[in-house]
T-cell receptor, first 110, second 111 residues
Framework: QQPVQSPQAVILREGEDAVINCSSS?????VHWYRQKHGEAPVFLMI?????EQKGHEKISASFNEKKQQSSLYLTASQLSYSGTYFC???????????FGQGTRLTINP | ETGVTQSPTHLIKTRGQQVTLRCSSQ?????VSWYQQALGQGPQFIFQ???????GRGNFPPRFSGLQFPNYSSELNVNALELDDSALYLC??????????FGQGTRLTVV
């Protein structure tokens, strides 16, 4: 079952904050976040394994609410380099395969 | 650099032909997953190999097949190519259910 991401697209000015959401209809084992720039492969950002876990990566952090089967990616004080399409990937409880959402396109303008 | 390499990087094939794409996994990783990514879409799961066995498959027809070798490298084979098979094919290497790292992809064009 493919996770659902929202919003589909975001346009920000440099320095603004953004939140990207990912939700699943199934119980999740883990949530993975990736960023993909045009013409390139997805780049791994972080993995979240436990309910309520929050992780950070410079000014990019994420949370995982296991009970709600939801994860959110937080980008603070966005930089031009943050532009790209963000994908969440999920592994269901008891499953092996990593399944991706449809992506959220983030555009950062100067 | 993820340590995951794919070959070739670009390929043009004619409808009806067969193609083989290759992926070398990152050292220490025993799992390889293959994805198809159409323009503007998220990666779609094709199948996954764990220790040379297929252990998960997405909604792709049997003409999509694969192999994993003892060194954990992998191949994706597609028979009877169709125009809609044109896409970026990505392999991702991981140690079972941990973080997966992608290769740079193979851009396949079917004409």
């Amino acid at each position: 079952q493919q996770p659902v991401q929202s919003p589909q697209a975001v346009i920000l000015r440099e320095g603004e904050d953004a939140v990207i959401n990912c939700s699943s209809s199934k119980a999740l084992y883990s949530v993975h976040w990736y960023r993909q720039k045009h013409g390139e492969a997805p780049v791994f950002l972080m993995i979240l394994l436990k309910g309520g876990e929050q992780k950070g990566h410079e000014k990019i952090s994420a949370s995982f609410n296991e009970k709600k089967q939801q994860s959110s990616l937080y980008l603070t004080a966005s930089q031009l380099s943050y532009s790209g399409t963000y994908f969440c990937g999920t592994i269901d409880q008891g499953a092996q395969k990593l399944v991706f959402g449809q992506g959220t396109r983030l555009t950062i303008n100067p | 650099e993820t340590g995951v390499t794919q070959s070739p990087t670009h390929l043009i094939k004619t409808r009806g032909q067969q193609v083989t794409l290759r992926c070398s996994s990152q050292s220490g990783h025993n799992t390889v997953s293959w994805y198809q990514q159409a323009l503007g879409q998220g990666p779609q799961f094709i199948f996954q190999y764990y220790r040379e066995e297929e252990n998960g498959r997405g909604n792709f027809p049997p003409r999509f097949s694969g192999l994993q070798f003892p060194n954990y490298s992998s191949e994706l084979n597609v028979n009877a190519l169709e125009l809609d098979d044109s896409a970026l094919y990505l392999c991702a290497s991981s140690a079972s259910r941990t973080e997966a790292f992608f290769g740079q992809g193979t851009r396949l064009t079917v004409v």
